[in-house]
Nanobody
Framework: QVQLVESGGGVVQAGGSLRLSCAAS????????MGWFRQAPGKDRDFVAA????????HYADSVKGRFTISRDNAKNTVYLQMNSLKPEDTALYYC?????????????????WGQGTQVTVSS
């Protein structure tokens, strides 16, 4: 059974920073790509960032490129999302997901296990 537990969400002012973490268990972490998605109220769940199993390849949504950084520590079975220069439109429930593939994916259908999400609220 794969489990993903996100943490690090909270309330921050516009321009501030947060670092999200996602701890994984139940799978050989270093063999699977990971991704972050987000969902605002009344909207679809959107891709944010992804990282390959090795960590050498990353991909970002245009809306977060240059502000967010995805990374992973395979020794700690954890993936991170560093979010800087936050904007009110970044407000959403953030989910991490794991993909049974070495290579990263950028759609919902690429991922087979999901966490419960952590709320990020950016005030103006």
């Amino acid at each position: 059974q794969v489990q993903l537990v996100e943490s690090g969400g909270g309330v921050v002012q516009a321009g501030g920073s947060l670092r999200l973490s996602c701890a994984a268990s139940g799978r050989t972490f270093g063999s699977y790509a990971m991704g972050w998605f987000r969902q605002a109220p009344g909207k679809d769940r959107d891709f944010v960032a992804a990282i390959s199993a090795s960590g050498y390849s990353t991909h970002y949504a245009d809306s977060v490129k240059g502000r967010f950084t995805i990374s992973r520590d395979n020794a700690k079975n954890t993936v991170y999302l560093q979010m800087n220069s936050l904007k009110p439109e970044d407000t959403a429930l953030y989910y991490c997901a794991t993909r049974k593939n070495l290579n990263l994916g950028s759609t919902l259908y690429d991922y087979d296990y999901w966490g419960q999400g952590t709320q990020v609220t950016v005030s103006s």
